[in-house]
């Protein structure tokens, strides 16, 4: 099974700062990483898909970056509705599994 | 606009089975695959399931392979999980979602609003 491992697993951060959350596969997946954002009590929303790619309707402060086995979501000039937890996904092959997720917290 | 619907938590006792239903709408169901992803309390998502949109392929987490079964029913639009042999560590919120395309390599593009299963005694 292929292994996603992410970091921070917290982040402290202000609003209007830049911050990026990296993932790192443990074995290479080409480009088939996506970016979910999750607030308390809320399902997943989808933010990136094939590593880069912003899915409609979502901010263009978000970016993602990588391809192989590292990968990186970066949030310019953070906003206070950006507070929420964060999970790389892997979609190469199954089982599809998750990073640990990053809170980010004021 | 795509909908996912999921029906009501439930407490179950060890052992004990449980079938989640999730109804599609805003979409054409037959064209996607589905998956579902659950989230023990406080921990992160856990993939666990997907079936392909023609039904022929499905795929399983090694925890849940052997004891959940997914299935659709493309004239009801509607997901299903049935869960047997369930444990103590099943519980959790179960989601239903839609792979962004007709390959089992998307991503999640629309999640159900969760329906929370607790296995207790």
């Known amino acids: 099974d292929i292994q996603m491992t992410q970091s921070p697993s917290t982040l402290s951060a202000s609003v209007g700062d830049r911050i990026t959350i990296t993932c790192r596969a443990s074995?290479?997946?080409?480009?088939?990483v996506n970016w979910y954002q999750q607030k308390p009590g809320k399902a997943p929303t989808l933010l990136i898909y094939?590593?880069?790619t912003l899915q409609s309707g979502v901010p263009s402060r978000f970016s993602g970056s990588g391809s192989g086995t590292d990968f990186a979501l970066t949030i310019r000039s953070l906003q206070p509705e950006d507070f929420a937890t964060y999970f790389c996904?892997?979609?190469?092959?199954?089982?599809?599994?998750f990073g640990g997720g990053t809170r980010v917290e004021i | 606009q795509v909908l996912l619907v999921q029906s009501g938590g439930h407490l179950v006792k060890p052992g004990g089975s449980l079938r989640l239903s999730c109804e599609a709408s805003?979409?054409?169901?037959?064209?996607?695959?589905m998956t579902w992803v659950r989230q023990a309390p406080g921990k992160g998502l856990e993939w666990i399931s997907y079936?392909?949109?023609?039904?022929?392929?499905?795929n399983y987490a090694d925890s849940v392979r052997g004891r959940f079964t997914i299935s659709r029913d493309s004239a009801k639009n509607t997901l299903y999980l049935q869960m047997n042999s369930l444990r103590v560590e099943d519980t959790a919120v179960y989601y239903c979602?839609?792979?962004?395309?007709?390959?089992?390599?998307?991503?999640?593009?629309?999640w159900g609003q969760g329906s929370l299963v607790t296995v207790s005694s």
């Open positions: 979602a839609r792979t962004q395309s007709a390959l089992a390599t998307g991503s999640l593009d629309s």
């Open positions: 805003g979409f054409i169901f037959s064209d996607y695959y």
């Open positions: 079936i392909s949109s023609s039904d022929t392929y499905t």
């Open positions: 074995q290479t997946i080409r480009n088939f």
């Open positions: 094939a590593a880069s």
């Open positions: 996904q892997q979609s190469y092959s199954s089982p599809q599994g």
